[in-house]
T-cell receptor, first 112, second 118 residues
Framework: AQSVTQLDSHVSVSEGTPVLLRCNYSSSYSPSLFWYVQHPNKGLQLLLKYTSAATLVKGINGFEAEFKKSETSFHLTKPSAHMSDAAEYFCVVSGATNKLIFGTGTLLAVQP | DGGITQSPKYLFRKEGQNVTLSCEQNLNHDAMYWYRQDPGQGLRLIYYSQIVNDFQKGDIAEGYSVSREKKESFPLTVTSAQKNPTAFYLC?????????????????FGEGSRLTVL
């Protein structure tokens, strides 16, 4: 069965410093992986996706993620945080029945 | 502008009452989904529909019902049988089939409906 674990429920960074949001996955086959972002009281928006092409995936708003099969990880990074990046981020894996399985989310706070 | 519209944004309900949440899309997407979001639990799938007049239960369908009479509309009814209905409900749509979704991962979400049971 597929599953996804987000290792931090809350992350706080200062504006202008790097962002790292950690995600580990479990899958019996080569997975498709995604990151979504949710601003307060809004729906979710797709940030980026990995579907077995390049292992380093670039997304919107300067975010990127690297698929590491040996570590079963798909961590989300950004070189320099902006105040507008404050939101909740979800790591998602595509399951065996083609449904999306969402992680429990990481709330990113950006301090001025 | 194309998108998904959910209404109402906020809803209060007394225990024992049914309530229906509206979801309309003008993206011409075939598939539509209802998710429930609770703090610290991520999103859980309630029901999904890949075509008009057909829908399937998701992981937490008990106490909920849906209909798909039109391609554009996928209303969710939270019945009195739902033991803990207070939550944030999100409607989403995707192009094509669930198999396509597995590859693209792209769900388009509405802004949600927050239901509180008093």
């Amino acid at each position: 069965a597929q599953s996804v674990t987000q290792l931090d429920s809350h992350v706080s960074v200062s504006e202008g410093t790097p962002v790292l949001l950690r995600c580990n996955y479990s899958s019996s086959y080569s997975p498709s992986l995604f990151w979504y972002v949710q601003h307060p009281n809004k729906g979710l928006q797709l940030l980026l996706k990995y579907t077995s092409a390049a292992t380093l995936v670039k997304g919107i708003n300067g975010f990127e993620a690297e698929f590491k099969k040996s570590e079963t990880s798909f961590h989300l990074t950004k070189p320099s945080a902006h105040m507008s990046d404050a939101a909740e981020y979800f790591c998602v894996v595509s399951g065996a029945t083609n449904k999306l399985i969402f992680g429990t989310g990481t709330l990113l706070a950006v301090q001025p | 502008d194309g998108g998904i519209t959910q209404s109402p944004k906020y809803l209060f309900r007394k225990e024992g009452q049914n309530v229906t949440l509206s979801c309309e899309q003008n993206l011409n997407h075939d598939a539509m989904y209802w998710y429930r979001q609770d703090p610290g639990q991520g999103l859980r799938l309630i029901y999904y529909s890949q075509i008009v007049n057909d829908f399937q239960k998701g992981d937490i369908a008990e106490g909920y019902s849906v209909s798909r009479e039109k391609k554009e509309s996928f209303p969710l009814t939270v019945t009195s049988a739902q033991k803990n209905p207070t939550a944030f409900y999100l409607c989403a749509s995707s192009k094509g089939t669930s198999g396509d979704l597995a590859n693209t991962g792209e769900l388009f979400f509405g802004e949600g409906s927050r239901l509180t049971v008093l």
